[in-house]
């Protein structure tokens, strides 16, 4: 979730990721992640990023039941909206289940885990500052 210099560069070898507009069938979307190799086998989550420009990044996970994203931040603000199951966030001073039909937001550099409840699949939105960008 981390920016690196080389994104921009980035943008340029998958133009579709940035165009003007995009429209997504979600319910299409997490069939495909479910036949990924590293959900098959492997970590039992798999990923994919359906928007990506220089200060927004909208990513698509799936992750299996019980499995987990261990300590990670990111350097702008995000937002999870779980559209299957259920994801709990540890954070560091609570712990908070977002559960399919919920939104949660987090500031920019909050350290958190994230856990599939159950089987589930939510969007990774991340925003960064102008200055940033």
């Given at each position: 979730m981390h920016r690196h210099e080389d994104e921009d560069s980035s943008l340029t070898r998958l133009p579709e990721l940035a165009q003007p507009m995009l429209q997504f069938d979600l319910a299409a979307e997490i069939e495909h992640l479910r036949r990924e190799e590293s959900w098959q086998r492997g970590?039992?989550?798999?990923?994919r990023t359906l928007v990506k420009q220089p200060d927004?990044?909208?990513v698509?996970?799936?992750?299996k039941a019980a499995t987990e994203m261990k300590e990670h931040r990111a350097?702008?603000?995000?937002?999870?909206?779980t559209i299957i199951g259920n994801v709990r966030l540890k954070l560091p001073q609570q712990t908070v289940e977002v559960p399919a039909?919920?939104?949660l937001v987090l500031d920019r550099c909050i350290t958190h885990d994230v856990e599939a409840v159950e089987e589930s699949?939510?969007?990774l939105t991340i925003c960064w500052p102008e200055d940033a960008a």
């Open positions: 970590t039992g989550r798999s990923s927004f990044r909208i698509l996970v799936a992750m350097d702008g603000r995000i937002s999870i909206q039909g919920h939104l699949a939510f969007l």
